[in-house]
């Protein structure tokens, strides 16, 4: 997306927020706007490996991942909403994620649904927008 926008194929597109944040750091002329049907939630996860031999340092590195100290330094630096509710946010940050009310207004995917029609979804997009 972001080469497509810098070489102006593209003037719109369905992109995340922090993706978007990180191409207007550039100085390029771009924002994100929450469509008013609302915005789909994008996820970072990080999960411990089912049988490490290392499970108390998984579980750690998880905690620490999700501490509120951590959060405040993904949303600054990759513009990610924080994923634990006792983070608070400096505005400057705030206005750049999703944050507050604006989670609630996040769709979620139902990963069933989508998964069910998965392959005929990338048949048709390869028809049609990939031609």
Same mark, same amino acid.
Request: proline share 5%.
């Given at each position: 997306?972001?080469?497509?926008?810098?070489?102006?194929?593209?003037?719109?597109?369905?992109?995340?927020?922090?993706?978007?944040?990180?191409?207007?750091?550039?100085?390029?002329?771009?924002?994100?706007?929450?469509?008013?049907?609302?915005?789909?939630?994008?996820?970072?996860?990080?999960?411990?490996?089912?049988?490490?031999?290392?499970? $108390?340092? %998984? @579980?750690?590195? /998880?905690?620490?991942? &999700?501490?509120?100290?951590?959060?405040?330094?993904?949303?600054? *630096?990759?513009?990610?909403?924080?994923?634990?509710?006792?983070?608070?946010?400096?505005? $400057?940050? %705030? @206005?750049?994620? /999703?944050?507050?009310? &604006?989670?609630?207004?996040?769709?979620?995917?139902?990963?069933? *649904?989508?998964?069910?029609?998965?392959?005929?979804?990338?048949?048709?997009?390869?028809?049609?927008?990939?031609?």
């Amino acid at each position: 997306m972001t080469s497509l926008f810098q070489n102006g194929e593209a003037i719109i597109g369905v992109w995340g927020n922090g993706r978007v944040e990180t191409l207007r750091s550039t100085g390029f002329p771009v924002k994100f706007v929450y469509p008013k049907e609302g915005a789909m939630a994008l996820l970072t996860a990080a999960c411990p490996v089912v049988k490490s031999n290392v499970p $108390e340092l %998984a @579980q750690k590195l /998880v905690q620490y991942l &999700a501490s509120p100290e951590i959060q405040m330094v993904f949303a600054r *630096t990759q513009s990610w909403g924080p994923v634990n509710k006792t983070v608070k946010l400096p505005a $400057e940050d %705030a @206005q750049r994620v /999703v944050y507050g009310e &604006a989670v609630d207004k996040l769709e979620k995917t139902d990963w069933d *649904t989508v998964n069910a029609v998965r392959t005929q979804w990338n048949d048709r997009w390869n028809r049609t927008v990939e031609r």
